[in-house]
Each structure stands twice: as C-alpha cells, then as structure tokens.
C-alpha cells in the first residue's frame, strides 16, 4: 500500500480530508439516501409494468439480477473515466469482491425484492431503518472497529423516533405483511454486515472498484439464478427500459459514493444517515401511489429529528482507524 497505484486518481488530491469532512459527508449521503429512496415506489412500480406477480420469485431474482448486473457495468465505466483508468480489480481483491457480493447483492437484494412484493413501498422504507442499529452493532461489538458511546445510542434512537413518526400513515392503512417485513429485516441485516465489510476492505482496494465488481457478480448470480428456475420479464416499451436504466444508475451512484464515505469514515458516521432513506421512501412511496398523509407536517417534523439523530451521532469523538 502507499503507492499511486492504490490510490484512485479522483480521490488522490486530499481526498481524505475532503470525504470526511461534515459538510461533504453530508450532502453526499443525503444524495445517496434520496436515490435509495426513490428505489422504493420504482421497484414496486417494476412489478407493474413488467408483469411480475408477488408470488412469482424466479422472475423477482431475474429483475434484480439484471438491475444490478447493469450497475456494475455502469460503475466500472463511470469511475474508470473518472479516474482514467481501467477499474479492473487485482488478484487479492477477488475473495473481497466475493464476500461483498453475497452480503450486498445476492442476500440483501433477494430479501428484499421478496420483501417488496409482500409489503408497501412505505412499510418496506419503514423496516429498512432498522438497518442503522445492525450496522453500528456489528461495527462496535463484532467487529471493534469502534466504540459504542451513548451518544451514538442517543443519536441512533433519535433517527429511529423519525422513522416511526414518518411511519405512522403507513402503519394505519392495511394490515401488516409479516412476510414480507420479515425479509426487509433480514435484507437489513445482510446489508449491515455489507458495510462493515466494506469500511474493512477499502482500506486497501478501491472502494469504486470494489463496488462496480461485486454488482456485476451478484447481478450475475441473480440473473443466472432467476432464469434457470424460470423467471421471465415482459420488457414492453420505453418506460419498463427506462425504470431499469434508472434503477441500476441510482445503484450505481449511490453505492459507489456510499462505499467512498465508508472508506473515509466511521462505520456509525456514515451509516445514521441511513434514517433519511426511510423518510425519502415513505414520501416518494406516498407521492407515486397517489396516497396521502394525514399531516405533512409530520414529514418535516420527522427530518427535524432525523438530523438532529444524525448530528448527534457525528459530533465529538475521533476517528478510529480500522485495525480488523
């Protein structure tokens, strides 16, 4: 490690100081948080225009594969022009690439896809808050990578309050899908370890590389899966195109840019930033089914707590580096 060759060029100026300063880190999730969001009403708005029954999961696993397979493809060009050369990964990261791929695309991605066809869009947002709780355990007692203080216990209860403050419509339309908030669950989970393992092995890879590489053997392994059980896809017009274009884009540039704040920060740091997901999912959910919340003002009230969770949790402290 140390020489250029390890260093992508687009982050090589500072780039540490950069990313891991408040305002940067941010707004950079905020961006990430708002794309993940939107996957929410996008992929249940997928199972419309493509046909694809609830009950039908070869064909889930196939438009999960081929969203994903697309954005690693995607991530590899992008960053490789960005940074003006070939993302290809080395011999030592292909265990790594292999690890992030189960955790991150395969396991999180058929939960939750599975989730999705058995619960809303708001429900399934709901859910995946608790995500943020998983991620700083597995940080703080699996793994020591760092210490959990009770300020980032203080901060994490506090972004949860906004989550159910957010939920509370969502909660009272319908009943609830065990099923399917079963496996928004277990997607947190693997997705929890995902970061963990990430934040590990950036250290020495590129975390854009590595991001582009396991999508594209996840996506492999979705799509190779879902097609030889049977799935199928009706892709019938431009907007069924265009939802999977946009799909594996918001993939692409958020995970990449995720990953590139886990490599510069705290696990905890970055992943309570997670909260605005479910916030950005219920309303973007609500806006694209044509529901409507009792009282947006409890939208902006739950944000309000939201942030105030994720200062909270970004304020004192030092970086503790990664010694996993």
């Known amino acids: 490690m140390g020489g250029h060759s390890d260093r992508p060029v687009f982050f090589d100026m500072k780039s540490k100081s950069v990313f891991s300063k408040p305002a940067v880190m941010w707004l950079t999730a905020g961006l990430c948080c708002l794309l993940w969001g939107s996957a929410f009403p996008a992929i249940k708005a997928g199972y419309s225009l493509l046909k694809i029954e609830s009950f ?8 999960a594969g081929i969203r994903f397979f697309f954005a690693g493809v995607l991530t590899v060009i992008i960053f490789s022009l960005i940074e003006r050369k070939a993302l290809f990964p080395k ?5 790594k690439i292999g690890v992030l791929s189960l955790f991150q695309t395969v396991l999180q991605y058929i939960f939750f896809y599975l989730g999705l066809a058995f619960t809303s869009g708001e429900r399934g947002a709901i859910v995946n808050g608790t995500s943020v709780f998983f991620a700083i355990l597995i940080s703080s007692l699996l793994f020591k990578m760092e210490k959990l ?11 949860f309050m906004g989550v159910i403050l957010v939920s509370l419509d969502a909660f009272s339309q319908g009943a609830a899908s065990f099923k399917g ?11 929890a370890f995902s970061s963990v393992f990430m934040k590990c092995f950036s ?4 975390p854009a590389m590595l991001s582009g590489w396991q999508f594209v053997l996840g996506g492999a392994v979705l799509t190779l899966s879902g097609f030889a059980l049977g799935g199928r896809l009706e892709i019938i017009g431009v907007k069924a195109v265009l939802l999977i274009a946009y799909l594996a884009l918001l993939s692409a540039l ?3 840019l995720w990953s590139i704040l886990l490599k510069y920060n705290e696990v905890s740091r970055v992943t309570v930033c997670s909260f605005m997901i479910p916030v950005f ?3 973007l959910s609500a806006l694209f089914s044509d529901a409507e919340f009792s009282n947006p003002a409890v939208i902006i009230i739950a944000l309000a707590v939201v942030v105030i969770g994720i200062i909270l949790v970004n304020s004192g402290g030092k970086f503790r580096k990664n010694v996993v």
């Open 56 to 63: 039908d999961t070869p064909s889930i696993l196939l438009f």
């Open 203 to 206: 250290e020495d890879d590129n």
């Open 149 to 159: 203080s009770a300020r980032k216990i203080a901060g994490c209860v506090l972004g």
């Open 254 to 256: 958020a995970y990449s």
């Open 181 to 191: 908030e079963v496996f928004i669950l277990l997607s947190s989970i693997s997705y």
């Open 91 to 95: 011999r030592s990261s292909f265990k």
């Open 281 to 283: 999912g219920c309303v």
